[in-house]
């Protein structure tokens, strides 16, 4: 069982930065693939990035490659996603997300989720 708490999401304005971060309990951390997920009303939850279990491999969605950098500590069990050039079309609720040993990227291939930050860009 794995339980992640993500903080750090708030209101900024278009063009600055934000990072969140995610916090797992457990000690099998190293063992999981770990990413971000973001979803608005209406829509699907929509990936945003991953990384592998020793931090080598990264991700990510094409909405976000070049502005959003994910990486995490595995003596600290937390993972970050640093965002920046925030736009107002990435305003969304940001979802810390697990995957045992392989990566992936559908919502419902997911093994555990946090609960959710919100994120929001003004313009």
């Known amino acids: 069982q794995v339980q992640l708490v993500e903080s750090g999401g708030g209101l900024v304005q278009a063009g600055t930065s934000l990072t969140l971060s995610c916090t797992a309990s457990g000690n099998t951390f190293n063992a999981y693939f770990m990413g971000w997920f973001r979803q608005v009303p209406g829509k699907e939850r929509e990936f945003v990035a991953s990384i592998s279990p020793d931090g080598e491999l990264t991700y990510y969605g094409d909405s976000v490659k070049g502005r959003f950098t994910i990486s995490r500590d595995n003596r600290k069990n937390t993972v970050l996603l640093q965002m920046n050039s925030l736009k107002p079309e990435d305003t969304a609720v940001y979802y810390c997300?697990?995957?045992?040993?392989?990566?992936?990227?559908?919502?419902?291939?997911?093994?555990?989720w946090g609960q959710g930050t919100q994120v929001t860009v003004s313009s």
């Open positions: 997300a697990a995957k045992y040993a392989e990566n992936w990227n559908r919502a419902q291939d997911t093994d555990y």
